[in-house]
C-alpha cells in the first residue's frame, strides 16, 4: 500500500521516481574497461566500441533501456457500492459511530495487493449531516468512503444515474469530503468546477500512468443544473476522442473506461452498450468496466482499429446493496494486468472472479468469493427472508455464474481467467 502513496505523490509533484541508468551494455563496457585498463591497454575510442585480438565487440550489442524494461500493473474493480438503509444499518455501532470495515474484510488481500482498486460508488458519500436517505434518492454516509481506503481503493467511480440524487449539493459535499479526509483518491465522473471536469484523472504505479474516465448513460430523469453543466459525465454529451487524446497527451499509457450504462436486471448487454463500447475502443480504450444493471454480465474482447485487444466487462453487478433477490446477490471482481515492454502498451490478461453479497444488520454483511461461500453462509445470508428467496443456496449462484459467463468460465474454480 505504500506503494500506491509513494506513486501518488510523485506524480502529483511532478517528479518521477529517479530510476538506476545502468543497462547491459554499460556494465559489460565497464568491466571490459577495467580489464583493458589492468593491461595497459586502455586507449581512446570516440567510437564507443572496442578492438581486440579476435575483432570489434560493443558497437552491436543490445542496449536495454529503462524505457524498455516490462513494467505491469493490475488494476480491479468491483461492482455498485448502493448504500440501503440496510448497508449503512449493518455498520452502526452503540455509541453512535459508524464503521464499515467489514465490507471490505474478505477481500482485503485482493484490494491491497493490487496497483489501482476501484470500486463503484453508486451513491453519494454526503455524509450524516445532510440527511442519510435511501432509494429514489440516496445520500450515504462517508464512513463508507473511510472503510473504502482502509481496505486499499484508489478510485471511486461516481458518475451514476445516483449522481445527482441530491443535486449539486450532494456532489459538492462529496467531494468537499473526499478533498478534505482522503486526497490521494481518484473521483472521476463529478465535479464542481469546470477546471476539475477538466482534469484527466490519472494514477501512476510502477512507472506506467494510466487514466481512468467515467460516464453514465443517465441522472434518472434529473436534468443536468444549467449553471453547472460539468457536474456529471455523461455518456451522450461525451466527446470520447477529445477525452482520450488529451489523456494521452498528458501522458497516459492506458486508458480504462467505466461507463455506467445498460438495463437493471438484465443479464446481457443492450445494443446501446454495444454501440458505446464500439465508440470508446474506436476513440482509444484499453479496457472497459461497466456497471449499473445490478446484475452480472458476460464478459467479451473487442479489437481495436490498431489491433489492441480490449476487455469489455459489460457489467459487474452489485458489489453489497439491500436489493434482497436472488440474482442481485451475485456480482463480479474484474481485474486486468496492463503491461508496457519496448515502448509497446497492452493488456496481457484479464480474470473476472463471481461474489456473493452476505446480507445482515451487523458487521456480519459483508462479501465474499463464490468459491468461498458455503452453504452454512448462505443459510444465514438474509435474503432467505425475503419473498421468494427462500431457497436461495450456493448452487443457485454457481449455476446463474455459469450460466451468465458461458465458455472459458471454470465453474470448479469459480473464475473465468484469460491470457491476451
Known sequence: MAGKADNFTAMQSGHATARSGITRRGLLAGALLGVLGASGCAAENPTGSWSTGSGTIG??????????????????????????????MSGERDDGTRNYDHLFANLADDFSGTDIA?????????????????????????????????????VSISATNHALD???????????????KHPEILVPGI????????????????GVKVAILNYTESTNGIPIPSDAPFCVKTLGEADFASDMTRAREAGAEFIVVCPHWGTEYVYKPTEEQIR???????????????????????????????GRQVPVFWSLGNYISWQAEKPRM?????????????????????????????????????????????EELAAQNAVRSMPGCSNFTVAYCRELVAQILG????AEACQLAVTL
Not at 441530491?166 to 478534505?180: K, M, N, P, V
Request: with cysteine; charged share 20%.
Open 59 to 88: 558497437a552491436d550489442l543490445a542496449v536495454v533501456t529503462d524505457s524498455e524494461k516490462p513494467a505491469r500493473v493490475t488494476v480491479m474493480m468491483v461492482g455498485d457500492m448502493l448504500v440501503h438503509p440496510g448497508v449503512w
Open 118 to 154: 476501484m470500486v463503484n460508488q453508486e451513491t453519494i458519500l454526503g455524509g450524516a449531516e445532510h440527511g442519510l436517505s435511501g432509494y429514489p434518492t440516496f445520500n450515504s454516509p462517508q464512513e463508507l468512503g473511510d472503510a473504502e481506503v482502509a481496505a486499499g481503493v484508489d
Open 166 to 180: 441530491r443535486g449539486f449539493a450532494g456532489i459538492t459535499w462529496a467531494l468537499e469530503y473526499w478533498r478534505t
Open 191 to 206: 465535479a464542481d468546477t469546470q477546471d476539475k471536469a477538466d482534469e484527466i484523472p490519472m494514477l501512476e504505479r510502477n
Open 276 to 306: 458505446w463500447a464500439s465508440e470508446l475502443v474506436e476513440a482509444g480504450a484499453d479496457v472497459i468496466i461497466g456497471t449499473h444493471p445490478h446484475v452480472l454480465e458476460p464478459v467479451e474482447v473487442l479489437d481495436g482499429p490498431d
Open 330 to 374: 451475485v456480482g463480479g471482481m474484474a481485474k486486468v494486468t496492463l503491461e508496457r515492454r519496448g515502448g509497446e502498451c497492452r493488456v496481457v490478461d484479464y480474470s473476472l472472479t463471481p461474489l456473493v453479497s452476505h446480507l445482515a444488520l451487523s458487521p456480519a454483511m459483508s462479501v465474499y468469493r463464490l468459491a468461498d461461500y458455503t
Open 407 to 410: 465458455e472459458g468460465y471454470d
